[in-house]
C-alpha cells in the first residue's frame, strides 16, 4: 500500500476545497493532498446542465488567486447591464486551469481525482481508487479538512422522491437540449432557481408558454440581481441597496413585513405578485427573467409530486392533476444544498468548511483558510469563522442575516483580517465600500446612512427572528 505524507487532506475538489486550498497556497507553506471522487476539478459543476450560469458575477466566484471571465458587462438578454455570468462549461475548464495553473504547479499539492475516502482517523486517511487499483494511506501531520459537509446534489445525480410509470418521459435538465425538439408540450417539477433556469431556457428558444406546465410546490423569494453588482460603477446599486435593506430590517413589525419593504425596495423579487413565496435560498434572478416566467400562466401549486403516471400527476396529499398526453417531465426537484446544523468549522484536527458569509461559499472557504494559516488559538479561529445557518424559508432570513453581520463586525475588529478582506477578490462589496469616493455627497450619504442602521437593524432583527413564525 502506497503511504503519503501531508499536512493537510482536502476532501473535495469543488468551489469549496479549491478555494480553500488556493488561499492556504498563498498564505502558508503547507503541503496538500486533494481528493475527489469525480474526474475532473469542479465538483457538481461536472454535472450541471449545459445551459446553467452562475447567479452571481463571475467577478467574485472561483479562487482568490485567479480571475472568473474577463469582467465584461453583458449588452444583450436578460442580464444586459451587469456583469457576465459564467457558463457551466466556463466553471468547469476555470477551475481544471486552478488546478493545472496554481496548485500543482506550486509542487505542494498532490491531486487524487476518483478517489473516494474509505475512513478516517487522527492520523490521516484511507482512500481507495473508483477504478480499481490498491488502497493509499493518507499520513496527516496538520488536519483534515472536509469540503464536502453541504453535500450538494443535482438533477441529474439526485434520489427522486417521487415514482415514474412505465411510458412516462421524465428526464434531468442535462437531457432537455437533446429531447426538447419534437416534444410539444413540457411538465416542470420544481419550485428552485434549476426550474427558473429551464423555463427561462425553453421561452427563450421559443417554446409557447402555453405549452408549459409548471408544478410549483412553493414560491420562492428572489435577490434582484441589479443589487449585487461589485466595483465602484454600481455603488449605488449595491450599496444603496444595502442601506435600505438595513433601513428596512430596523423598522420592520414582522418577517412578512420585511419581505415587503424589500420588495418595493426592489431588493427582493417573486414570479407571482399575488402569491406569498413560502421559500428562501438566496437565489438570485434578473428583473428580465422574472418577466419572462411570468409568461407561464399554468402553475400547480400545493403538495409535492409523489408520482407521475401518463397524463397525470398524484400528489402527497392525495389529489391528481391531469396533464398533457405525451409531455417531456423535467426534474428539478434536487435539494442543491442539503441544510445540515452549523458545526464548528474548527475541531481538533478536523475542519469542517462552511459558508461563514450566505450566500458565498468560496469566499467562506477562502477566509477559514487564512484564519487556519495565521491564528492558533481554536477559540478565536472559531469566532471569526461562526458557520451561518441556511435558510429554507423567509423566517429564517433574520437569523441568517444577523449571524453575516455579527461575522462582519469580528472580521472588522482584526486590523489584519479586514485589510485581506478587502483584497480578497471574492469580497466583491467590502472592495466597493472601500474605493467609495468619499467626497462625492451623495456616496457620502448612503455610506452615512448605512452605517446609522446597522445596529437597530440587528436588534430588530434579533427580535423578528425570535417570533413565533420564523425557524
Not at 419581505?259 to 418595493?264: G, H, K, P, S
Not at 424559508?393 to 441568517?400: K, L, N
Request: proline share 7%; net charge negative.
Amino acid at each position: 500500500m502506497e503511504t503519503i505524507e501531508t499536512d493537510y487532506l482536502v476532501i473535495g475538489a469543488g468551489a469549496v476545497g479549491l478555494s480553500f486550498a488556493d488561499a492556504l497556497l498563498a498564505e502558508s507553506s503547507a503541503t496538500m493532498v486533494v481528493v475527489d471522487r469525480r474526474h475532473a476539478p469542479g465538483g457538481h459543476w461536472n454535472d450541471a446542465y449545459p445551459f446553467v450560469r452562475l447567479h452571481q458575477p463571475s467577478l467574485f466566484y472561483g479562487v482568490a488567486s485567479m480571475e472568473l471571465g474577463s469582467g465584461r458587462i453583458d449588452d444583450a438578454g436578460p442580464n444586459a447591464g451587469n456583469f457576465e455570468l459564467a457558463s457551466g462549461p466556463e466553471v468547469v475548464t476555470y477551475f481544471e486551469r486552478v488546478m493545472r495553473e496554481r496548485l500543482l504547479p506550486s509542487g505542494r499539492v498532490r491531486y487524487l481525482p476518483m478517489h473516494d475516502v474509505v475512513s478516517t482517523d487522527n492520523g490521516g486517511a484511507l482512500v481507495r481508487g473508483r477504478l480499481g487499483g490498491a488502497d493509499r494511506k493518507i499520513v496527516v501531520n496538520r488536519k483534515i479538512v472536509d469540503g464536502t459537509y453541504y453535500n450538494t446534489t443535482i438533477p441529474s445525480t439526485h434520489q427522486r422522491k417521487f415514482d415514474v410509470a412505465p411510458g412516462v418521459d421524465c428526464i434531468a435538465p442535462n437531457d432537455l437540449p437533446r429531447r426538447a425538439p419534437g416534444a410539444g408540450r413540457f411538465v416542470i417539477l420544481g419550485g428552485g432557481k434549476t426550474a427558473m433556469d429551464v423555463g427561462v431556457w425553453l421561452l427563450e428558444n421559443g417554446v409557447d408558454p402555453d405549452a408549459v406546465v409548471w408544478v410549483r410546490p412553493r414560491d420562492s423569494w428572489l435577490i434582484n440581481r441589479d443589487t449585487t453588482q461589485p466595483t465602484s460603477r454600481f455603488f449605488h446599486q449595491s450599496i444603496g441597496s444595502m442601506a435600505t435593506q438595513m433601513e428596512a430590517a430596523v423598522v420592520a413589525t414582522s418577517v412578512d413585513d420585511l419581505f415587503d419593504r424589500l420588495e418595493a425596495a426592489d431588493i427582493m423579487l417573486r414570479i407571482d405578485p399575488t402569491t406569498r413565496p413560502e421559500m428562501f435560498h438566496y437565489a438570485t434572478i434578473s428583473i428580465g427573467e422574472v418577466e419572462l416566467l411570468r409568461r407561464i400562466g399554468d402553475v400547480r401549486r400545493g403538495a409535492r409530486v409523489t408520482r407521475i403516471e401518463p397524463g397525470a400527476l398524484a400528489f402527497t396529499d392525495g389529489a391528481r392533476s391531469s396533464t398533457p398526453p405525451g409531455a417531456l417531465y423535467i426534474d428539478c426537484t434536487a435539494t442543491a444544498v442539503e441544510r445540515r446544523p452549523p458545526v464548528p468549522t474548527f475541531n481538533g484536527d478536523r475542519i469542517t468548511l462552511q459558508m461563514v458569509r450566505l450566500p458565498n461559499p468560496a469566499f467562506s472557504a477562502a477566509l477559514a483558510a487564512y484564519v487556519e494559516a495565521h491564528y492558533t488559538d481554536e477559540a478565536e479561529k472559531n469566532r471569526l469563522c461562526a458557520a451561518c445557518p441556511l435558510p429554507d424559508s423567509p423566517a429564517d432570513w433574520p437569523a441568517a442575516t444577523v449571524a453575516n453581520m455579527m461575522n462582519q463586525y469580528a472580521w472588522n475588529q482584526d486590523k489584519t483580517l479586514r485589510d485581506w478582506i478587502t483584497r480578497c477578490r471574492l469580497d466583491g462589496f467590502g472592495q466597493v465600500v472601500r474605493d467609495a469616493d468619499k467626497s462625492d455627497p451623495a456616496q457620502a450619504a448612503v455610506l452615512q446612512r448605512l452605517k446609522e442602521a446597522i445596529m437597530p437593524a440587528v436588534m430588530n432583527l434579533q427580535r423578528l427572528a425570535a417570533q413565533p413564525d420564523a425557524a
